[in-house]
């Protein structure tokens, strides 16, 4: 979703500005734009397309001055275009503004602004915030900063802002409501970002903005303040990422080198949380809250895309090692249906990037009803996290491939401690079976290696399926949310209409699509349901349906009867979706890439999606 930076200090704002901006183009975006301003003067471009767009644009033109703002903008009011891109003027130049997120009441007060001479140039919500912010200004006489508090006490939405006023061409006004807004604090200058992406190379001392706080930066320093004018604490954290945590290194897409990585972060997830002699586990954020946990008698969990699929593992999980009745909800679905929490429920919410609006907004509306809420977020200091009762980080270190991958598997076995260890709390998991899963975890990283050897051959069976225009995905168990997330992983990045499906479902419906051009990708591993998924095999390939499998070394059964099959090393069941989901990551890269799509940032969509 659209990205924020915004610098102050004593360098020239431009070039911190510019890199800022291409650090946070993983998020997705349409156009950009900056401000930057130069003893008072403000200089002003924006382009609808990517950042070397607006590098092109500004090439050649007046780039000085050491305070500036800049934005990549993800369409919501108004098409991608070069007058909807931000930055945002008001009318009478008074007020320059960035902006991330939806100001929902826009119509009412744009016919307000109108009524009193206002005219617009663009479609967009941001330009009307930027104008309501000016004529408070004007007609009441105050400064920038109470302008700009009036203001945000008017607009019902999401914001995230960063405001210029030329009148006051020193500072920069920051606020935030719903839409995350970081501040990296450098000796005399100020990173100001959506993320701490663009930060981490200047300084690891940031303050992440809450809801309605207002920050006034100027190189003297920050004062923060609520909407009602009351002074706030600073709160400054520490950043824990490397600089070389958001490069590509020697592969050719963040997504490739993300699904490479998960050896190394799923041991990155369990690291310090399993003892020396694997009898324990340990998972120190939610520690002290084990035993609410423990006694819960409804778990649910709530996410989005990816990290639904995760929780959908989850519900497998606590169910068969916990015994708890486990209820996984999209958050969008949750959040508005007035859903039944009870006090001793537990809610779960799993977000990469812990700014997910709609799970945000589910886990506000859960935790006025009294839950205990939790937290499985990739993102330090993200929303989520911080409004969450107790979690668990994830530990995968920076996604930037839209298409989540390493998360989705640190998610899963965040999940799976999470269930072994409640279920052992309960009673449902003898000494020996903890022991046997614990040694199980630890040798996850191996296996993964072991798989990606296969690299080769798994994309050699993707040039097979370049072509095909739709596909189906079946597991059954602890894989039928696999099938789902490789079904999606499929569709956003290359294009290809893919569906997944509990394998016996099937026969109520999918079955009737089955033809000689349709891929049908089956989770196919050695568990209990083993037989029942050769016979869904069986009812493919009797309608002449191409098999591509995913099953465990050594099968035979599969083998004669598949097109195409994937072996991967033996393990617990429970365990068995973060392997087997690692050929499906690489079909859905090969496949896209040989379709010349662009794979880490695949159109339309936004790795963070900070709006409902
Ligand atoms: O940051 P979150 O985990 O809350 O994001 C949820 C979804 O937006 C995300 O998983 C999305 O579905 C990905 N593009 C999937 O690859």
Redesign the pocket.
């Given at each position: 979703m659209c990205g924020i930076v915004g610098y102050i200090g004593t360098r020239t704002a431009y070039p911190i500005l510019i890199k800022g901006l291409q650090r946070l183009e993983y998020r997705g975006y349409d156009s950009a734009g900056i401000a930057l301003m130069d003893n008072g003067n403000a200089s002003l471009y924006k382009c609808k397309g990517k950042v070397r767009d607006l590098e092109n644009l500004v090439s050649g033109q007046n780039i000085a001055g050491t305070i500036g703002i800049g934005h990549t903008r993800w369409a919501t009011h108004g098409l991608p275009n070069d007058v909807n891109a931000h930055p945002h003027k008001s009318m009478n130049g008074k007020f320059i503004l960035v902006h991330n997120g939806i100001i929902e009441n826009y119509a009412s007060i744009k016919k307000m602004l109108t009524k009193n001479g206002y005219k617009f140039q663009s479609e967009t919500d941001t330009e009307v915030l930027v104008n309501l912010i000016e004529n408070i200004y004007l007609e009441e006489k105050v400064s920038a900063e109470t302008a700009v508090q009036t203001a945000l006490r008017m607009v019902v939405g999401a914001y995230g802002i960063v405001v210029i006023c030329l009148d006051e061409p020193d500072k920069l006004i920051a606020s935030r409501k719903s839409s995350p807004l970081v501040i990296g604090c450098g000796e005399g200058e100020y990173f100001l970002a959506s993320d701490a992406t663009p930060i981490t190379e200047y300084t690891d001392r940031v303050l992440y903005l809450n809801d309605e706080e207002i920050a006034v930066v100027s190189t003297n320093g920050i004062s923060l303040k609520n909407l009602n004018n009351e002074a706030k604490e600073l709160v400054i954290s520490r950043l824990n990422l490397s600089i070389e945590s958001f490069d590509k290194g020697n592969f050719p897409h963040y997504m490739l080198k993300e699904i490479h990585e998960q050896s190394t972060t799923i041991a990155d997830s369990f690291r310090g949380r399993i003892n020396n002699d694997m009898t324990q586990i340990m998972l120190g954020g939610i520690n002290e809250v084990i035993p609410r946990i423990a006694k819960a008698k409804r778990i649910v969990i709530v996410?989005?895309?990816?990290?639904y699929h995760a929780g959908l593992v989850g519900e497998y999980l606590f169910e068969t090692f916990a015994r708890q009745q486990v209820e996984v909800e999209y958050a969008s679905e949750f959040r508005y249906r007035d859903p039944i929490i009870e006090e001793d429920d537990v809610v779960i919410a799993?977000?990469?990037?812990?700014?997910?609006a709609d799970?945000l907004a589910a886990i506000r509306m859960a935790k006025e009803k009294g839950a205990l809420i939790l937290g499985i977020c990739n993102v330090v200091g993200s929303s989520i996290a911080r409004e969450t009762h107790a979690g668990v980080y994830t530990h995968a270190g920076p996604e930037i491939g839209?298409?989540?991958t390493k998360?989705f598997t640190a998610q899963v076995i965040i999940l799976t401690m999470m269930a072994y260890l409640i279920g052992k709390r309960r009673g449902f998991i003898s000494d020996e079976t903890y022991h046997s899963l614990i040694e199980q975890v630890l040798e996850i990283p191996d296996k993964i290696k072991e798989i990606l050897k296969d690299e080769d051959h798994i994309k050699e069976i993707s040039q097979k399926y370049v072509e095909a225009t739709n596909a189906i995905y079946l597991g059954r168990g602890f894989l039928y949310p696999v099938a789902l997330e490789g079904a999606?992983?499929l569709k956003?990045i290359s294009y290809i209409h893919a569906e997944g499906y509990p394998a016996a479902e099937m026969k109520h419906g999918p079955i009737a699509l089955i033809d000689d051009k349709m891929p049908v990708f089956v989770l196919g591993t050695k568990d209990k349901y083993y037989e029942k998924i050769v016979s869904n095999i069986q009812e493919v390939k009797a309608r002449k349906g191409k098999v591509i499998a995913v099953v465990t070394q050594g099968d035979t059964t599969i083998k004669h009867l598949a097109d195409d099959v994937i072996e991967i090393p033996e393990i617990d069941e429970s365990l068995s979706p973060i392997l087997s989901v690692i050929p499906l990551q690489l079909i859905s890269y090969y496949i896209a890439v040989m379709r010349g799509c662009n794979v880490d940032q695949p159109r339309n969509?936004a790795?963070?999606?900070t709006v409902e």
């Open positions: 996410a989005c895309g990816t990290s799993i977000s990469q990037s812990g700014e997910t799970t839209v298409a989540s998360a999606l992983k956003e969509l790795k963070s999606v």
